[in-house]
């Protein structure tokens, strides 16, 4: 079994000032990462206005599976009009670990 992480720190528009205004921007994203059959939620800078940490977990029998997935998670954040991506925080774990 593998499980794989990441970690997405995203800057959000300069509209985005209130609480209300943020959630409508993460919000969306967490859903669309969700349909990769993930667990999604924001993690990280939750009192921070205009910017949001995104993490996605995954489990699977194989290693390039898990890959794969962080990488369309990955693309699908990087792609989002709305949101810059800064980073990418990214691990697997294995059996032997």
Known sequence: MFTGTAVFD???PG???SLKA???YVRP???ALRKFEV???EVGATDLHGRSQVGVAVVSGEHSHVQ???DA???LVVGRPEAELLSVRR???GPEE
């Open 68 to 70: 794969d997935v962080l």
């Open 73 to 75: 998670c990955e693309k």
């Open 22 to 24: 943020k959630r409508s």
């Open 10 to 12: 995203i800057l959000l």
């Open 15 to 17: 509209d985005s000032r």
């Open 29 to 31: 994203i967490v859903a």
């Open 39 to 41: 667990s999604a939620a």
């Open 91 to 93: 691990r697997v774990f």
